[in-house]
């Protein structure tokens, strides 16, 4: 079992920056795929990026590419993601996610592994 606990998340204004925080507990994270996903009122849950357990390859959805940034650091067992220049359409409640697969999925089924997630809230 895995135990992820997010942080970070708040409100601001458009065009500011944020990192969120994910913090493993519970067995070996470093060799865990990791993602961010995020989920909108009245929205599916979507996929934002991933990382691989080397940080050697990492994927971003289309809507963030150049915005946000996924990394990691295995000693302190954590994952992070900066977001810069957002916009009131990354408003969502932002979940970190755990899988073993060493391919980066994009897909919420393909994590077996969930934190509790943090609001994020930008404002126009």
């Known amino acids: 079992q895995v135990q992820l606990v997010e942080s970070g998340g708040g409100l601001v204004q458009a065009g500011a920056s944020l990192r969120l925080s994910c913090a493993a507990s519970?067995?070996?994270?470093?060799?865990?795929?990791m993602g961010w996903f995020r989920q909108a009122p009245g929205k599916e849950r979507e996929f934002v990026a991933a990382?691989?357990?080397?940080?050697?390859?990492?994927r971003y959805a289309e809507s963030v590419k150049g915005r946000f940034t996924i990394s990691r650091d295995n000693a302190k067992n954590t994952v992070y993601l900066q977001m810069n220049s957002l916009k009131p359409e990354d408003t969502a409640v932002y979940y970190c996610a755990a899988s073993q697969s060493i391919v980066l999925f994009t897909t919420t089924a393909s994590y077996p592994y969930w934190g509790q997630g943090t609001q994020v809230t930008v404002s126009s």
């Open positions: 990382i691989s357990w080397s940080a050697s390859n990492k």
């Open positions: 519970g067995r070996t994270f470093s060799s865990d795929s």
